[in-house]
Protein backbone atom coordinates (compact mmCIF):
# COMPACT_ATOMS: atom_id res chain seq x y z
CA UNK A 1 0.00 0.00 0.00
CA UNK A 2 1.29 3.34 -0.88
CA UNK A 3 1.51 6.40 0.86
CA UNK A 4 2.09 9.05 -1.35
CA UNK A 5 0.89 12.78 -0.80
CA UNK A 6 -0.96 12.39 -4.47
CA UNK A 7 -2.87 9.49 -3.12
CA UNK A 8 -4.66 11.74 0.00
CA UNK A 9 -4.81 15.25 -1.20
CA UNK A 10 -7.36 17.10 -1.43
CA UNK A 11 -7.61 18.03 -5.06
CA UNK A 12 -10.67 20.63 -4.90
CA UNK A 13 -9.27 23.40 -3.02
CA UNK A 14 -10.43 27.25 -3.17
CA UNK A 15 -8.12 29.35 -5.35
CA UNK A 16 -8.84 33.59 -5.11
CA UNK A 17 -6.61 35.75 -7.44
CA UNK A 18 -3.93 38.33 -6.21
CA UNK A 19 -5.55 41.33 -6.52
CA UNK A 20 -9.39 40.06 -4.68
CA UNK A 21 -9.69 41.95 -1.40
CA UNK A 22 -9.53 40.87 1.96
CA UNK A 23 -13.24 41.22 1.91
CA UNK A 24 -13.85 39.16 -0.70
CA UNK A 25 -11.19 36.34 0.32
CA UNK A 26 -13.79 36.53 3.52
CA UNK A 27 -16.68 35.64 1.83
CA UNK A 28 -14.93 33.01 -0.58
CA UNK A 29 -13.47 31.34 2.10
CA UNK A 30 -16.83 31.28 4.45
CA UNK A 31 -18.50 29.62 1.50
CA UNK A 32 -15.48 26.87 1.13
CA UNK A 33 -14.86 23.85 3.33
CA UNK A 34 -11.78 25.20 4.15
CA UNK A 35 -9.83 27.42 6.17
CA UNK A 36 -7.62 28.48 3.20
CA UNK A 37 -7.25 30.16 -0.05
CA UNK A 38 -4.96 29.57 -2.62
CA UNK A 39 -3.86 32.67 -3.99
CA UNK A 40 -3.01 32.50 -7.74
CA UNK A 41 -1.64 34.83 -10.00
CA UNK A 42 -1.48 34.33 -13.82
CA UNK A 43 -3.00 30.91 -12.94
CA UNK A 44 0.04 29.84 -10.87
CA UNK A 45 0.26 29.22 -7.05
CA UNK A 46 2.18 32.11 -5.50
CA UNK A 47 0.62 32.03 -1.69
CA UNK A 48 -1.81 30.87 1.02
CA UNK A 49 -3.94 32.36 2.77
CA UNK A 50 -5.38 31.03 6.12
CA UNK A 51 -8.56 32.71 8.47
CA UNK A 52 -5.36 33.37 11.15
CA UNK A 53 -3.63 35.81 8.05
CA UNK A 54 -7.14 37.39 7.79
CA UNK A 55 -7.53 37.83 11.80
CA UNK A 56 -3.54 38.65 12.05
CA UNK A 57 -2.87 40.68 9.16
CA UNK A 58 -6.16 42.57 8.39
CA UNK A 59 -8.44 42.38 11.86
CA UNK A 60 -5.83 42.85 14.64
CA UNK A 61 -4.14 45.78 13.07
CA UNK A 62 -7.62 47.62 11.99
CA UNK A 63 -7.11 47.46 8.54
CA UNK A 64 -10.08 47.73 6.33
CA UNK A 65 -10.21 44.25 4.69
CA UNK A 66 -12.22 46.24 1.42
CA UNK A 67 -8.89 48.37 0.86
CA UNK A 68 -6.33 45.06 1.69
CA UNK A 69 -5.07 42.93 -1.32
CA UNK A 70 -5.04 39.34 -1.10
CA UNK A 71 -1.28 39.50 -1.78
CA UNK A 72 -0.38 41.69 1.06
CA UNK A 73 -2.56 38.98 3.28
CA UNK A 74 -0.86 36.02 1.84
CA UNK A 75 2.21 34.04 2.95
CA UNK A 76 4.71 33.53 0.38
CA UNK A 77 6.78 32.37 -0.84
CA UNK A 78 4.36 28.74 -0.85
CA UNK A 79 5.97 25.94 1.15
CA UNK A 80 5.53 23.66 -1.17
CA UNK A 81 5.39 19.34 -1.75
CA UNK A 82 5.60 17.13 -4.62
CA UNK A 83 2.73 15.05 -5.31
CA UNK A 84 5.13 11.78 -5.10
CA UNK A 85 6.52 12.53 -1.76
CA UNK A 86 5.36 10.44 1.31
CA UNK A 87 3.04 11.08 3.92
CA UNK A 88 5.73 11.23 6.49
CA UNK A 89 7.95 13.83 4.90
CA UNK A 90 4.53 15.98 4.67
CA UNK A 91 4.13 15.56 8.38
CA UNK A 92 7.84 16.53 9.14
CA UNK A 93 7.51 19.99 6.79
CA UNK A 94 4.12 20.97 8.47
CA UNK A 95 6.33 20.94 11.77
CA UNK A 96 9.18 22.27 10.75
CA UNK A 97 7.24 25.32 9.23
CA UNK A 98 4.37 25.25 11.49
CA UNK A 99 2.00 25.01 9.18
CA UNK A 100 -1.22 22.67 8.62
CA UNK A 101 -1.32 22.92 4.92
CA UNK A 102 1.03 22.28 1.89
CA UNK A 103 0.18 23.22 -1.74
CA UNK A 104 1.11 19.88 -3.88
CA UNK A 105 2.93 21.34 -6.73
CA UNK A 106 4.87 19.98 -9.35
CA UNK A 107 6.76 22.27 -12.28
CA UNK A 108 4.63 25.56 -10.99
CA UNK A 109 1.09 23.36 -11.72
CA UNK A 110 -1.07 22.83 -8.45
CA UNK A 111 -2.07 19.49 -8.21
CA UNK A 112 -3.85 19.63 -4.47
CA UNK A 113 -3.18 20.36 -1.25
CA UNK A 114 -2.29 18.06 1.74
CA UNK A 115 -3.79 19.04 4.73
CA UNK A 116 -2.74 18.16 8.82
CA UNK A 117 -6.12 16.81 8.75
CA UNK A 118 -5.76 14.03 5.88
CA UNK A 119 -2.27 12.88 7.42
CA UNK A 120 -4.21 12.30 10.59
CA UNK A 121 -6.95 10.44 8.74
CA UNK A 122 -3.92 8.22 7.21
CA UNK A 123 -1.60 7.65 10.37
CA UNK A 124 -2.94 5.31 12.00
CA UNK A 125 -2.54 2.85 8.46
CA UNK A 126 0.81 4.34 7.87
CA UNK A 127 2.46 3.20 11.40
CA UNK A 128 0.57 -0.12 11.11
CA UNK A 129 2.50 -0.45 7.88
CA UNK A 130 5.73 0.39 9.09
CA UNK A 131 5.17 -1.97 11.96
CA UNK A 132 4.56 -5.03 9.72
CA UNK A 133 7.39 -4.00 7.55
CA UNK A 134 9.89 -3.51 9.94
CA UNK A 135 8.90 -7.04 11.31
CA UNK A 136 9.08 -8.31 8.39
CA UNK A 137 12.55 -7.25 7.48
CA UNK A 138 13.91 -8.45 10.62
CA UNK A 139 12.49 -11.59 11.61
CA UNK A 140 14.61 -14.33 11.27
CA UNK A 141 14.04 -17.07 8.02
Not at 18 to 31: D, L, Y
Not at 43 to 54: F, H, K, N, R, S
Not at 56 to 78: C, F, I, Q
Not at 115 to 138: E, H
Request: hydrophobic share 40%; aromatic share 6%; with cysteine.
Amino acid sequence: MSYLVKNYMEKSFPKISEEASATEVAKVMSKSEHGFLIVLEGGQPMGIITEGDLVNKVMARELDPKKVSAAEVMSSPLITIDPDEDLLKASEMMHENNIRRIPVVRDDIIYGVITAQNIAQRCGDYVNKSIKDVLRWSWPV
